[in-house]
């Protein structure tokens, strides 16, 4: 489930990332050229494709063959001249899956051990401790301990511990996937926030399209070492040519949307380009005019050939078939245009013949359910 905030405005000195790179590793042969600015890119892609490779090489934790890799116009590799910076010197905030802080310090001491490797970067413009631990959220744990920390707040100090080393890129390798639910909806509107305020391009890989809806500027969808495609959460996900990376039983249509005012039967309407869409409740920091993202899975959208009768006129969206897909389980994915947007429905064989599914065909998508976070 994922709802997901604005885009944040590119900022023109910001750093951004801009690498192109060819690596050979066993069998396996990178070459990608991936470039990132300010705000969240996703790298998206199957087991293997190549993610946590890419990450690696910004890091200095691998080495290209041969390429270049720049963040905010300064090289750090480059292979044709023979410069290659190692990690320490790259500026460079990686977090990782399990936070691995130091036990035996504090919060606070945990905080400030990154920041001590990075003495020689500090600027005044570097953030600051006090800034960072309101950003995430951890102040009142500064004189804690690890072991004392719940999953979710030890995420939290671990990206504060990067933000404080004065990077000028986050490198995040699926940071939430050694978190229960409840644990991520807590961490979720923090990335948001780091996303949003902190003004570093942020290279993220995950696998969970909760995780793309939620926080995503940008995906970059990896296939066996190759970029397959670029672009925004909402045009990624609508392609036909990329439901086999963006399908299975997650299948789903990504819409932006613009939260509104509570109506008096206490639902909360979604303004989407496809049309409006109410549902009961939104994360608490999703307030009336926030932007967000829903996540429409496939399999909760009902598909009707005239326009529905006797049921509530909730969350009904007229469209054309644009695409049909059949499934390896007989079903059939169906693409349907909905004026500014697309919206995907999982049907049976039966259900697809029943109501002569094809491009062109005029249907009504009802949507039974939208997917906001990850928890609900
Ligand atoms: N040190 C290595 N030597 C040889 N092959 C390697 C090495 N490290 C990774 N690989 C191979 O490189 C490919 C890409 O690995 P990578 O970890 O980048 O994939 P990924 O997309 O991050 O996958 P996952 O989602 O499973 O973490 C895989 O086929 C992997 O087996």
């Given amino acids: 489930m994922a709802g997901s905030p604005p885009p944040p405005p590119p900022s023109l000195d910001a750093p951004s990332l801009d690498m192109d790179v060819a690596l050979r ?16 890119t996703v790298l998206f892609g199957q087991s293997g494709s190549g993610k ?27 292979t044709a001249s023979g410069l290659w910076l190692p990690p320490h010197r790259r500026r460079v ?47 009142p744990l500064l004189a804690r301990r690890p072991a004392g920390l719940s999953g979710g707040e030890k995420a939290r100090v671990a990206l504060g511990r990067a933000l404080l080393a004065a990077p000028r890129i986050l490198l995040m390798d699926e940071p939430l996937a050694a978190l229960d639910e409840s644990r991520k909806a807590e961490i979720l509107p923090y990335l948001e926030r780091l996303r949003d305020q902190v003004g570093l391009p942020i290279l993220y890989v995950t696998h969970a399209v909760a995780e793309v809806a939620r926080l995503a500027t940008t995906v970059v969808m990896l296939d066996q070492g190759r970029v397959r495609a670029v672009g925004a959460p909402s045009s990624l996900w609508s392609r036909p040519d990329l439901m086999d990376l963006t399908g299975g039983a997650e299948a789903g249509s990504l819409l932006d949307a613009v939260v509104g005012e509570r109506t008096g039967d206490g639902l909360i309407p979604l303004d989407t380009p496809a049309g409006r869409i109410l ?18 899975p496939a399999r909760d959208v009902l598909l009707s050939d005239r326009a529905p009768q006797g049921l509530s006129a909730l969350n009904i969206l007229p469209g054309v078939v644009s695409d049909v897909r059949l499934e390896e389980d007989g079903s059939r994915v169906v693409r349907l245009d909905c004026v500014g947007a697309t919206v995907l429905a999982r049907v049976t064989g039966t259900s697809a013949a029943a109501l002569a599914i094809a491009p062109g065909r005029p249907l009504w998508a009802i949507v039974k359910a939208v997917a906001l976070d990850p928890a609900t």
């Fill in 93 to 139: 905030g990686y977090v990782f899956q399990e936070a691995r802080l130091l036990p035996h310090l504090t919060v606070r001491q945990n905080l400030l051990y990154g920041r001590w490797f990075a003495r020689r970067h500090l600027t005044v413009e570097a953030p600051t401790l006090d800034s960072v631990a309101d950003l995430l959220g951890i102040a």
């Fill in 279 to 296: 549902v009961p409740h939104l994360p608490t920091e999703l307030a009336p005019g926030s932007r967000t993202r829903l996540r429409i």
């Fill in 25 to 40: 590793q066993g069998a396996f042969d990178l070459e990608a050229a991936v470039t990132a600015g300010p705000g969240l």
């Fill in 52 to 78: 946590s490779t890419l990450i690696d090489l910004v890091a200095g934790l691998r080495r290209p063959d041969r390429g270049r890799i720049a963040v905010g116009g300064v090289p750090l590799v480059d």
